[in-house]
Each structure stands twice: as C-alpha cells, then as structure tokens.
C-alpha cells in the first residue's frame, strides 16, 4: 500500500499515523478519484477509496484537521492530517471542497470547545 498518488489534491500540514507523526509543515496529503496519501518522513501512506469507511474535518480557530478512518489493515485505524490557517483563510472550506469534487463524502465535526460555546449561547439566548 505505499505507492504514489497522482495528485488532483495538494496539501502541506501535520500527520499522525499512530504514534508516528510529523508537525506541520513537515507532511503532505495528496490524492485523487481512486486514493488519498498522506508523506510524512520519505513513507508514502495510501488509503484507497474503497477501503475509506469515514472522512471527518474538525475545525478550531487557528487549524483544522482531517480524519481519515479507513479500513487499512496494516495502518492504525484512526489517521490525523492537521493544516493550519488564519481566521479569515478559506484553506478550510477549499480542502473540504476538493475532497467532495473527487468524490469523497466530508463530514465536518465541531471541535468540543466549539460545541461547548454553541450550548452555551443557546443556555443565554
């Protein structure tokens, strides 16, 4: 499963496979129709569409992260891409964008601060 992906999707960030990982910018998630990779220290990691059971995004106010749960025997079953970005950059809802233009279906999570600030305004309102 250590192959190259062709890329369509080009990102630069953090990856964590398990307890092997590397802080942004020292990974990349790339992928296509058919697979997403993530690099990170000279290792490509592909995960097939196929075998791909979930996609999360999660947002905080300075980065986002990806979650890639899959069905990869030989990886954990959890993988986390990170990508950081201003308050006002759209590098958050392009990459969710580009995901669902090749075919893959995004969900997009609060982090638990986030819903803790949401039942709070909602408790106030």
């Known amino acids: 499963m250590r192959?190259?992906?062709d890329a369509v999707l080009w990102e630069r960030g953090g990856a964590w496979i398990g307890w092997y990982g590397a802080t942004p910018p020292l990974a990349t998630l790339s992928g296509n129709r058919e697979a997403l990779c993530i690099?990170?220290?000279g290792e490509n990691h592909?995960?097939?569409k196929d075998r791909i059971v979930a996609l999360r995004m999660y947002r905080s106010p300075l980065?986002?992260?990806l979650y890639i749960d899959h069905a990869v025997p030989i990886y954990p079953r959890h993988v986390?891409?990170?990508f950081n970005f201003s308050p006002r950059s759209s590098r958050f809802e392009r990459m969710r964008e580009q995901l669902e233009t090749l075919g893959?279906?995004?969900i997009e999570q609060d982090t638990l601060?986030?819903?803790?600030?949401?039942?709070?305004?909602?408790l106030f309102s």
């Open 63 to 65: 980065s986002g992260s």
């Open 3 to 5: 192959e190259r992906c």
């Open 46 to 48: 592909a995960f097939a």
């Open 113 to 122: 601060p986030a819903r803790v600030l949401k039942r709070m305004k909602r």
């Open 80 to 82: 986390k891409f990170v």
């Open 39 to 41: 690099s990170l220290g």
């Open 104 to 106: 893959y279906r995004v």
